[in-house]
């Protein structure tokens, strides 16, 4: 009886440590900036223009805030749309406590301009509102926010930066919504 007993015990932990194991093993190696670290450099094409963007050059300026959307996971996101839309609203306001609002269009490099341009529509982004894309998902990966599912790109993100490169507010999300608002952001920004 003690044998088994003992038997099942071992069994047990063995499950235990094999759930846990599995549960490490789905932790992403590294994770996306956080507040308090240096933002990762990045140098981005413009949509609807041959212009750059490098976050470093901007951020020396004044305050940073870098979107990131889902770009092009098959379809223009709804939510994406209205994040933007937002931060337009709001832009008179972001005038005021940011150098530059960055809004990164993540996706394959093929046809991301065409998508880009499709998402702006008409729309002309007012400043200090800028949108570059991220073509071969290249910054989404590298501040690790790469969401690798079928028909998706990037987990939504929102970073402010300081004058330093330092990250000052960061919220992920790892789903559709729960994304920042300009709200939120622009009373973040008080507080640099």
């Known amino acids: 009886m003690k044998s088994f007993i003992s038997l099942t015990l071992v069994a047990c932990c063995l499950v235990v440590v094999l759930m846990l194991a599995s549960v490490v ?15 990762i450099e990045f140098r981005l094409p413009m949509v609807g223009g ?47 406590s940011a150098h530059r609002v960055i809004f990164v269009y993540p996706g394959q490099a093929t ?10 529509g008409s729309n002309v982004l007012p400043k200090p509102l800028v949108m570059v894309r991220d073509p071969g998902l290249k910054m989404v990966t590298s501040w690790n926010l790469r969401w690798d599912a079928p028909q998706e790109t990037s987990y939504p993100s929102t970073f402010v930066i300081d004058k330093e490169g330092k990250v000052r507010f960061s919220k992920t999300s790892r789903t559709h919504g729960d994304r920042a608002t300009a709200e939120e952001i622009l009373s973040e920004l008080e507080k640099l």
């Open 111 to 120: 046809l991301l301009q065409q998508h880009a341009e499709q998402f702006m």
């Open 50 to 96: 041959d212009d750059d963007v490098t976050l470093s050059s901007e951020y020396k300026q004044g305050p940073v805030v870098v979107v990131v959307l889902r770009g092009y996971p098959g379809y223009q996101c709804p939510l994406c749309s209205r994040q933007v839309g937002s931060f337009v609203r709001a832009a008179e306001e972001f005038a005021k």
């Open 25 to 39: 093993a789905d932790e992403p190696a590294s994770k996306s900036p956080a507040v308090g670290d240096s933002a």
